[in-house]
């Protein structure tokens, strides 16, 4: 768990000390939170576990577009597969 008051540092101090702070990042795995004027502006975290965000977040984004698909099959707000790609090549143009 992130603990901001462990995490947070100033945009100044990162650019003053940026390899210690990039050291610390590859050990501890743990974002650091920068500040602007005392403001949080920016998150400073390793390439790998940002990957393994971005990689979540397209899950929990699948799930939610079949979650979604599902709703709307149970309401009865679907048509043949057929007629919708008919649709989409005569608004497109696209020849059969």
């Known amino acids: 768990m992130l603990d901001i008051t462990k995490e947070t540092?100033?945009?100044?101090a990162?650019?003053?000390n940026s390899g210690k702070f990039?050291?610390?990042l590859k050990q501890d795995k743990c974002p650091i939170l920068l500040t602007v004027e005392g403001?949080?502006?920016a998150v400073l975290?390793?390439?790998a576990t940002y990957q393994r965000l971005v990689d979540i977040?397209?899950?929990?984004e699948a799930r939610e577009g079949?979650?979604?698909?599902?709703?709307?099959?149970?309401?009865g707000q679907h048509r043949p597969a057929?007629?919708?790609l008919e649709d989409f090549r005569s608004k497109h143009g696209i020849p059969r």
């Open 57 to 60: 977040a397209a899950r929990a």
């Open 14 to 16: 990162f650019r003053r």
């Open 22 to 24: 990039m050291k610390q």
């Open 82 to 84: 057929r007629e919708a």
């Open 39 to 41: 403001k949080v502006e």
């Open 66 to 75: 079949i979650r979604q698909g599902m709703d709307d099959l149970a309401r």
């Open 9 to 12: 540092q100033s945009l100044a």
């Open 45 to 47: 975290q390793d390439a």
